[in-house]
């Protein structure tokens, strides 16, 4: 299980990357808040232009946003692994898809869980990543939804079906114990938990070791 860290819930966003680039995560999870699809924090796009100064690791970005279009360029030119966008945003979805895949970047697309799940099906031949959001989206730090366990192995069944190559990352109130119900993911975004911490490294290693036992 691949770790994204989201740096959201840091006072400062250069000193808290910096802390997290030192760990072992895998990416950082960049969230993109214009204040069109819901409510949350929001840093301004030229600050996180920036990120790449204060980085190595690979972005894995969620434009949480009504036009994706505005912000994949901007994305595209950065260290970026991943770009998603909510399946909510409801028009130009297949071409904001083809659009970040023309930057040779994985595509994906973000699900609330309010939203049913039957709405990927017209796109599971067209992205490579799933978001499943384990509370609503907006502020850092929320509960995690019991329902999301339920919810990531209808998922995994609905691709398995469609013989489709997708990635399943979770996003919302993922810690050492909440780990342990979203069993067969692939990449798991983890924030407050990591960064309210003194040490990022041994929150991290508490979130990998906690997975690992859950699997075995």
Known sequence: MKIAASFLSCKKIKEGIQKLSLTDVDY???????????????IPIRKLKKIYKYTNKRLDVHLMVKNPQKYI??????????????????NGIEKNLELIRSFSIHCGLAINPSTELSRLKPYLDKIDVVLVMAAEPGYG?????EETTSRI?????MIEEAKANISIT???????ETVKKVK???????????????????QVDKIRNSSVKETK
């Open 153 to 157: 192995q209808m998922l995994k069944k």
């Open 141 to 145: 730090g929320q509960p995690f939804m």
């Open 28 to 42: 950082i999870h960049v969230d993109l808040v214009d204040g069109t699809m819901n409510e949350g924090r929001q």
């Open 73 to 90: 360029p901007k994305f595209a030119l950065l260290n970026t692994e991943n770009i998603i966008f909510p399946i909510e945003i409801e």
């Open 184 to 202: 067969g993911v692939d990449t798991v975004v983890v924030g407050s938990y990591i960064t309210n911490g003194k040490n990022y490294q041994e």
């Open 170 to 176: 979770v996003d919302c109130g993922i810690n050492e």
